[in-house]
């Protein structure tokens, strides 16, 4: 189908503000203009509360952000109990922060009525993989033991994130097949093949719709230090062996270079057994979910999910 509007708004606006091809920054650069970029969005929607805490990564302290809803008291032993939204950030795993993401885990968490846990993952390049993945495994582990310290049951968890943040909950759901239980899993135009040859949507959209295939190689280049870790699964989610894993709702966007790999992932957990809900939205690029307020597709899109897992909790 043709471009929304709003896809089509959100591309001239980029376009308006002579954004720079992110291969030809520095990750610095990039930084700085996709916090600015963020920072523009909407006000946020109102829920119950919202606080920093750090709990301990693997190496070092690791931040956390956790959004309670509305009606449950405050995020401790003696407040109410709700299922936990462990939430990963996109951006490349170089870009991205806790707060670029704000305000769409504030929609995620009014919308499931469940405690949102946003991982401020260390970043690439100064941190390359596995710095990420050893992160946010590590976070979903400490929630799954230690969540009555911030108002979680530890029993009922969820993964969720967007682009690269798709990534890393994809492997989090795989390193946590053997403990602790993952509910479900929810993949928003998830990066999954670091190897996929450039065909597909690769080729059909590599240009004009904000995220470029030139754009993912040069996030991966700033990932990886050397190219044989693109081959690892942990890395490259749809090289891994599915059996075992939990229930997925994968999303992908009609016109994003990822909507291929998206929907392979979806179709290998089916070949595995695994319950998947498959969405592709159409008219719509890379970057929609995040635009709650601005694009009617990112609203739906945070429903669907809150829908799919608070079924499955």
């Known amino acids: 189908m043709p471009l929304h509007p709003q ?41 119950g509360e919202v606080s920093d805490r750090t709990i301990p990564g693997l190496d070092g302290e690791l931040l956390i952000r956790i959004y309670r809803p509305d009606g449950v ?38 919308a499931t009525s469940a405690t949102v846990v946003s991982v401020d993952y260390r970043l690439a390049p100064e941190h390359p993989f596995p710095s990420a993945p050893d992160d946010c495994t590590a976070a979903t582990k400490w929630v799954a033991i230690n969540g009555a310290q911030i108002g979680v049951d530890g029993s009922q968890i969820a993964v969720c994130g967007d682009s690269a943040g798709g990534n890393l909950a994809a492997v989090v759901a795989l390193d946590c097949v053997d403990g602790p239980r993952i509910s479900a899993q929810a993949l928003v135009y998830p990066a999954v093949d670091a190897t996929r040859e450039e065909t597909g ?21 700033q990932y990886a230090q050397d190219q044989s870790q693109l081959r690892d699964p942990r890395c490259s989610p749809l090289l891994a062996d599915h059996a075992g894993q ?55 899109a945070v429903d669907r999910i809150a829908a799919f897992v608070n079924a499955r909790w």
């Open 73 to 110: 008291g405050s995020a401790s032993p003696d407040g109410i109990l709700t299922p936990a939204l462990m939430f990963f950030h996109g951006g490349g795993w170089v870009i991205g922060t806790i707060e670029t993401h704000d305000v769409v885990c504030r929609a995620l968490c009014e």
């Open 246 to 300: 939990p229930p997925a709702i994968v999303i992908t966007a009609e016109y994003d270079p990822l909507r291929d790999e998206g929907k392979a992932y979806a179709d290998e957990l089916r070949a595995a057994g695994v319950e998947v809900d498959y969405v592709d939205y159409g008219g719509q690029i890379h970057t929609f979910f995040t635009q709650v307020g601005v694009c009617d597709a990112s609203q739906d």
């Open 7 to 47: 896809a089509e708004l959100l591309i001239a606006a980029a376009a308006a503000a002579e954004l720079p091809p992110i291969e030809g920054l520095s990750f610095e650069e990039a930084r700085r203009h996709y916090n600015q970029r963020s920072a523009e969005l909407p006000a946020n929607p109102v829920i």
């Open 201 to 221: 949507s690769l080729v059909d959209h590599a240009d004009g719709y904000l995220l470029t295939s030139a754009g993912m190689r040069w996030f991966y280049n």
